[in-house]
T-cell receptor, first 110, second 114 residues
Framework: RKEVEQDPGPFNVPEGATVAFNCTYS??????FFWYRQDCRKEPKLLMS???SGNEDGRFTAQLNRASQYISLLIRDSKLSDSATYLC???????????FGKGTRLSVIA | ETGVTQSPTHLIKTRGQQVTLRCSSQ?????VSWYQQALGQGPQFIFQ???????GRGNFPPRFSGLQFPNYSSELNVNALELDDSALYLC?????????????FGSGTRLTVV
């Protein structure tokens, strides 16, 4: 079983749509959670951290359910510029490395 | 504040050769991590260096080795290259003493082994 599993993609949605990505992680001791965005042939960039109480950044909302070991990302009012691969990332603690999911590709279509 | 820079940006090597990839960490960062990202996959952790010592390693064979220098820059060396080593190699620097996220990724080196 992979440490971080994500929805298989790709997701093809029209502009203005709402899209949700899901992710599960296997290590119940994990402490930190993130969503990264990666554009084609570029490095991953932090989109947002995910907190237990849930958090929002503009059109993006992230949720964490520690009991179910489940993380989600909701994108509202999708823009063409949201087209990218979204990576779910988990970190156990302190000085441990980031553990990435395989990523889910999103294509927003005009 | 300078970011993380990696060199070279692209590289083509022949199977069996050796390669060295370089990374300059962000100013103020003392930890460097290396990741391998194969096509269609998420980045996979190779190893991490803190204060010039390896302090964590992923599931990669010993032919993957590294160094960190006193200025916190780092090298990734891969010996006896195999076709499956073709990937994007990412370096990330961080300041572990501050906690939190604080990772900055370089733009990567795309290695092709033929």
């Amino acid at each position: 079983r992979k440490e971080v599993e994500q929805d298989p993609g790709p997701f093809n949605v029209p502009e203005g749509a709402t899209v949700a990505f899901n992710c599960t992680y296997s290590n119940s001791a994990s402490q930190s959670f993130f969503w990264y965005r990666q554009d084609c042939r570029k490095e991953p960039k932090l989109l947002m951290s995910v907190y237990s109480s849930g958090n929002e950044d503009g059109r993006f909302t992230a949720q964490l359910n520690r009991a179910s070991q489940y993380i989600s990302l909701l994108i509202r009012d999708s823009k063409l510029s949201d087209s990218a691969t979204y990576l779910c990332v988990v970190r156990d603690s302190g000085n441990t490395p980031l553990v990435f999911g395989k990523g889910t590709r999103l294509s927003v279509i005009a | 504040e300078t970011g993380v820079t990696q060199s070279p940006t692209h590289l083509i090597k022949t199977r069996g050769q050796q390669v060295t990839l370089r990374c300059s960490s962000q100013s103020g960062h003392n930890t460097v991590s290396w990741y391998q990202q194969a096509l269609g996959q998420g980045p996979q952790f190779i190893f991490q260096y803190y204060r010039e010592e390896e302090n964590g390693r992923g599931n990669f064979p010993p032919r993957f080795s590294g160094l960190q220098f006193p200025n916190y820059s780092s090298e990734l060396n891969v010996n006896a290259l195999e076709l499956d080593d073709s990937a994007l190699y990412l370096c990330a620097s961080s300041q572990e003493t501050t906690g939190g996220h604080g990772y900055t990724f370089g733009s990567g080196t795309r290695l092709t082994v033929v």
